[in-house]
C-alpha cells in the first residue's frame, strides 16, 4: 500500500515561531508537493519538488520555504508563523509523467497558529 | 480559471448507484480527467482517472463522453462511508500541480 505520512496531525504554535512540517513517502515516488487547504477556497499548492535538492514555487509560496535532502522527505517551513497561517497542510507525492502521475496524500497536519 | 464545473451538494440513498456529473467543455486533447475524493478531516484520495475511453477500477466507474466535454463518476452501491467532498480535476500530460475546485459534497443517507 502506498504510504505518505505527515509528522502531526494537529500543532499549535505561537506568531512569531518557527514551524517544521514534515512529510515522508516509502513509495521512491520523485514528486512531492505541499498544500494548504482552507474553507471556501480549496487546495492552493505552496510549493513542490521534482527531484533531491530541487524545489519549486506554487500558487502560494510567500511566508513559507521548503526543504528535500533526501528522496523520501519533504519538510515545509514557516520561518516566522503568523495567524493567517492557520490552516490545513496537506502532503502529496506522486511519480513524474502524465498517464501515472496520481497524487497520493498524506492524513494532513491541522496547523493552530495563536 | 477553474476548467471543470461540478454541482455543489447532492444526496443518494444507501446502496443505490451515485452518479456524479461534472463538465470539462474546454478540455484538451492530451488533458486526462481524475477524480479525488475527500472524507472530513482526511487527506485527499486517489478514485479513478481516464483519458477518452471509460474506466473501472475498484472504486467506482468513470464515464467520458464521446466529445469529452463531460464526465461522471459513478459509484455502484453508495454506502455511508462514501459521504465525502469528490472533486473533478482536469490535467495534462506536463509535470505540476492538480488544481483543485470546490468539488461536490456528496451525503450519502440510509
Known amino acids: 500500500d502506498v504510504k505518505v505520512t505527515q509528522s502531526s496531525r494537529y500543532l499549535v504554535k505561537r506568531t512569531g515561531e518557527k514551524v517544521f512540517l514534515e512529510c515522508v513517502q516509502d513509495m521512491d515516488h520523485e514528486n512531492m508537493f505541499w498544500y494548504r487547504q482552507d474553507p471556501g477556497l480549496g487546495l492552493r499548492l505552496i510549493y513542490f519538488?521534482?527531484?533531491?535538492?530541487?524545489?519549486e514555487k506554487g500558487d502560494i509560496p510567500e511566508g513559507y520555504s521548503v526543504s528535500r535532502e533526501k528522496k523520501e522527505r519533504f519538510s515545509l517551513i514557516l520561518e516566522s508563523a503568523s495567524t493567517n497561517q492557520t490552516s490545513m497542510y496537506l502532503c502529496?507525492?506522486?511519480?513524474?509523467?502524465?498517464?501515472?502521475?496520481?497524487?497520493?496524500f498524506g492524513p494532513g497536519t491541522r496547523l493552530t497558529v495563536l | 480559471d477553474a476548467k471543470t464545473t461540478q454541482p455543489t451538494s447532492m444526496d443518494c440513498a444507501e446502496g443505490r448507484a451515485a452518479n456524479l456529473p461534472c463538465n470539462h467543455s474546454t478540455i484538451s486533447g492530451n488533458e486526462y480527467v481524475y477524480w479525488y475524493r475527500q472524507i472530513h478531516s482526511q487527506g485527499p484520495q486517489y478514485i479513478i482517472h481516464g483519458l477518452k475511453n471509460n474506466e473501472t477500477n475498484e472504486m467506482a466507474s468513470l464515464i467520458i463522453t464521446e466529445d469529452r466535454k463531460s464526465s461522471t463518476l459513478i459509484l455502484p452501491h453508495a454506502t455511508l462511508r462514501d459521504t465525502a467532498v469528490y472533486y473533478c480535476?482536469?490535467?495534462?500530460?506536463?509535470?505540476?500541480?492538480?488544481?483543485f475546485g470546490k468539488g461536490t459534497k456528496l451525503s450519502v443517507k440510509p
Open positions: 502529496a507525492s506522486s511519480f513524474p509523467g502524465g498517464r501515472m502521475d496520481t497524487q497520493y
Open positions: 480535476i482536469v490535467r495534462g500530460g506536463s509535470q505540476g500541480n492538480l488544481i
Open positions: 519538488s521534482y527531484d533531491v535538492k530541487m524545489k
